[in-house]
């Protein structure tokens, strides 16, 4: 199985914040990387697939970049709704595997 | 709209059996790519099966021969028959869906949930 090895676990920061949250798989997936947000008691919510492909309905004050093994979700400018979780999730290959998370908490 | 409501979760004793339901609506259920992913307590995702518009499945080796997914598509329904079940198999577990039908993209819709614990 490939693993996710997502890096920092949690990050602070403040409203208006860039915020870099990164991920590194343990073979290369090309760019078939999804990243997502979950708050408390919530599903997780698609937020990039396919490495840098913005998920409808999704602000673009979110990207994602990267490609082989390294990747990065990058959020521009921090706001109060985006205090959550994150998680990677390579999709080169079954079994889909998840990065241990990132939580994102206000400073 | 797309929905998927999952229900069925309960407090079971180790070793006992457990089924899932996860009812669809609001796309094509027949050929998209449906998936179980549970979550234990205060820790991350876990991808647990998929089954396939083909109706070909793959499990997590943490769950194989255990578990069974399955659907109903005159039901729009999709199943996770959860047998011997152990302590590490608590968690919420979602029904999830694979956009555009393809295991390189992710998962763009889930249910809400359904709690699963196991304990005697």
């Known amino acids: 199985d490939i693993q996710m090895t997502q890096s920092p676990s949690s990050v602070s920061a403040s409203v208006g914040d860039r915020v870099t949250i990164t991920c590194r798989a343990s073979?290369?997936?090309?760019?078939?990387i999804a990243w997502y947000q979950q708050k408390p008691g919530k599903a997780p919510k698609l937020l990039i697939y396919?490495?840098?492909s913005l998920q409808s309905g999704v602000p673009s004050r979110f990207s994602g970049s990267g490609s082989g093994t390294d990747f990065t979700l990058t959020i521009s400018s921090l706001q109060p709704e985006d205090f959550a979780v994150y998680y990677c999730q390579q999709a080169s290959s079954i079994p889909p595997t998840f990065g241990g998370g990132t939580k994102v908490e206000i400073k | 709209e797309v929905q998927l409501v999952e229900s069925g979760g309960a407090l079971v004793q180790p070793g006992g059996s457990l089924r899932l339901s996860c009812a669809a609506s609001g796309f094509i259920f027949s050929t998209s790519y449906l998936n179980w992913v549970r979550q234990a307590p205060g820790k991350g995702l876990e991808w647990v099966s998929l089954i396939y518009g083909s109706g070909h499945t793959n499990y997590a080796d943490s769950v194989k021969g255990r578990f069974t997914i399955s659907r109903d598509k005159s039901k729009n329904t999709l199943f996770l028959q959860m047998n011997s079940l152990r302590a590490e198999d608590t968690a919420v577990y979602y029904c999830a869906r694979y956009l555009a039908s393809s295991t390189n993209t992710g998962f763009d819709y889930w249910g809400q949930g359904t709690l699963v614990t196991v304990s005697a």
């Open positions: 396919a490495a840098y």
């Open positions: 073979q290369d997936i090309m760019n078939w």
